[in-house]
T-cell receptor, first 117, second 115 residues
Framework: GNSVTQMEGPVTLSEEAFLTINCTYT??????LFWYVQYPGEGLQLLLK?????DKGSNKGFEATYRKETTSFHLEKGSVQVSDSAVYFC????????????????FGQGTILTVHP | DGGITQSPKYLFRKEGQNVTLSCEQN?????MYWYRQDPGQGLRLIYY???????QKGDIAEGYSVSREKKESFPLTVTSAQKNPTAFYLC??????????????FGPGTRLTVL
């Protein structure tokens, strides 16, 4: 079946530090990959996505590259801010048509990021 | 503004009671989803619906029920059969066109606590 594994948190950084949150996946075919962010007490917001191998998603200074050879989609940001403190979820949507996987997202367990001034 | 609304934001229930969580969207999306979130775990799919009057069980449907009588509405009922209902519940929607590539849009969530 499909699965997503994220690096365990929590991750604690100082402001302006470099961020990497690892994400690897298991899926058949060619899934689409997503990073979502959740601020305290809120729902999830899409941060970025990539729909095919070697695509790079980017938004608000965050980037992630779809690496099919290593089945990875690691999230990076060059200089984090206090306002980036949140929970980050990696997720995949299978590329196979129909069946019970139709449109469903599979999530990793989430990584808590705390950024200190 | 287009989006997804969930109500109430906080809900308290006594053991043995059924409660219904509301989810409404004005994005004209065909597909809607309910997820449960527990601390330290990812989101787990409860039910999903691709069209009106049709829905399918997700990974943890036991103790829950849904209906889809209107395209914009997908209420979730947490029944007394659900053994551990205290959690954060998230509703989501997405278009079916290019379904393999489109993201899901999430509501703000409802936090259910069983007293």
């Amino acid at each position: 079946g499909n699965s997503v594994t994220q690096m365990e948190g929590p991750v604690t950084l100082s402001e302006e530090a470099f961020l990497t949150i690892n994400c690897t996946y298991t899926a058949t075919g060619y899934p689409s990959l997503f990073w979502y962010v959740q601020y305290p007490g809120e729902g999830l917001q899409l941060l970025l996505k990539a729909t095919k191998a070697d695509d790079k998603g980017s938004n608000k200074g965050f980037e992630a590259t779809y690496r099919k050879e290593t089945t990875s989609f690691h999230l990076e940001k060059g200089s984090v801010q206090v306002s980036d403190s949140a929970v980050y979820f990696c997720a995949l949507k299978p590329g196979d048509a129909g069946g019970t996987s139709y449109g469903k997202l599979t999530f990793g367990q989430g990584t808590i990021l705390t950024v200190h001034p | 503004d287009g989006g997804i609304t969930q109500s109430p934001k906080y809900l308290f229930r006594k053991e043995g009671q059924n409660v219904t969580l509301s989810c409404e969207q004005n994005l004209n999306h065909d597909a809607m989803y309910w997820y449960r979130q527990d601390p330290g775990q990812g989101l787990r799919l409860i039910y999903y619906s691709q069209i009106v009057n049709d829905f399918q069980k997700g990974d943890i449907a036991e103790g829950y029920s849904v209906s889809r009588e209107k395209k914009e509405s997908f209420p979730l009922t947490v029944t007394s059969a659900q053994k551990n209902p205290t959690a954060f519940y998230l509703c989501a929607s997405s278009p079916l066109l290019d379904w393999a590539y489109n993201e899901q849009f999430f509501g703000p969530g409802t936090r259910l606590t069983v007293l």
